[in-house]
């Protein structure tokens, strides 16, 4: 096989020698470049689970040789080459069988042809689309359900694990880990083909291609169990994405939408965490380190969205991120047209996460007893019992109350289905705080 690393490695003496740092830098790359390397792999392998075992050989190769030799400059771009030599000599070795199986020899033509011509793939641009969004639109093809589209483009593309995408859909990790091997097994059994689809075929995809680059960004804005709270690689990806998304679909408004609510959250990411790394809520965030150009940027989006006059619930939460983004402080955020704001929303999409955020939205406005009694309403089915923003939205509004049993109770309740590390101890800190106060 011929040896992937290319001239300008760092050497060890340099400071990034080390089992340590070549697994830092390998978790770094798969952070960062994994959905790029996995997109071109699926696109010269031309089928999913032989574009990840051969992402997952080249890791390896990657820990056993960056300790010695040191990290590549462009370590992403190694990883890929590494894996396009890994998936060629399965082929190899497949080819030594061939004449002893006809099965075997016809896997090892379609293997052949997969990888045939590989070199001339990678690293090609058919206009302006690259392979994350053909990746989008083949795993969001109609002939698979909706659950797996996004499910799948976030295990591929986002890089997520199938404990993260479980919890982001709120179900069992057996029941997700099923629905992305149908759907892989439908792709390469259907031949959907890897690409951006004609112009007429767009509409039918775009809802989940929408949900895929929301659930994206949102994972990197508050990670379901990372260490860190915000996986800046994610959000990054998702607008990205979104931008791309804008150029090829540039009269629908529930793009921009989208797009318009990343940039107006990525905004105020930074403020989201302190210096030590722990979590900031809204209302004690330094509003000054907000980004106001990103600010700004997300505002134009956002009205030429509302100027095609489609409303949209992208267009509505991006409308909200703009109030909270043109308010000096919590005490002047227009709470009222937010509420207004959630109700529209909720009655567009009716789910118990919207809900929620309305009622905490009815807080602000009218006061805490205003949100208790709302909270009491919304949850008589259950629905929002494993969902720790439930327990954590009422354990403040009793801490606001000075009803500190019960306030204690209800942080217990969050800290119980609470998965981010970052989050816990800020439940647990404030747990400790209304502990005190009650001795």
Known sequence: MRDPTGPGLTTPAEGRSGDAAAAAAVEHVFREEQGRAIATLIRVLGDFDRAEEALSDALLVALERWPRDGVPDNPGAWIVTAARNKAIDRVRRVRLLRTKDPLLRRQAEEDAEAVGGMSGLLGREDGPFDDRMRLIFTCCHPALPTDAQVALTLRTLGGLTTPEIARAFLVPEVTLAQRIVRAKKKIRDAGIPYRVPPAHELPDRLGSVLAVLYLVFNEGYAATSD?????????????????????????????????????????????????????????????????????????????????????????????????????????????????????????????????????????????????????????????????????????????????????????????????????????????????????
């Open 227 to 439: 260490e860190a709270l915000i996986r800046r690689e994610l959000c990054n990806e998702a607008i990205r994405l979104a931008w791309l998304l804008a150029a090829l679909m540039p009269d629908e408004p529930e793009v921009h939408g989208l797009l318009a609510l990343m940039l107006l959250h990525d905004a105020r990411r930074e403020a989201r965490v302190d210096a030590d790394g722990e979590l900031v809520l809204l209302d004690d965030q330094d509003r000054s380190t907000w980004d106001r150009a990103r600010i700004v940027e997300g505002e134009a989006v956002l009205d030429r969205a509302l100027r095609i006059r489609q409303p949209g619930p992208y267009q509505l939460q991006a409308a909200i991120a703009a109030i909270h983004g043109a308010a000096t402080n919590s005490e002047t955020t227009d709470w009222a047209e937010i509420a207004a704001l959630y109700e529209a929303l909720l009655r567009m999409t009716p789910s118990p996460v919207v809900a929620l955020n309305h009622v905490v939205a009815i807080a602000m406005r009218d006061g805490p007893e205003a949100g208790l009694a709302q909270l009491a309403r919304l949850d008589t089915d259950g629905a929002l019992d494993g969902y720790h923003l439930y327990h954590a939205a009422r354990a403040d509004l009793l801490r606001r109350l000075d009803l500190r049993s019960e306030a204690a109770e209800a942080y217990e309740a969050a800290l119980a289905t609470v998965t981010n590390p970052i989050e816990r101890r800020f439940l647990e800190h404030r747990r400790a705080q209304v502990a005190v106060q009650r001795a």
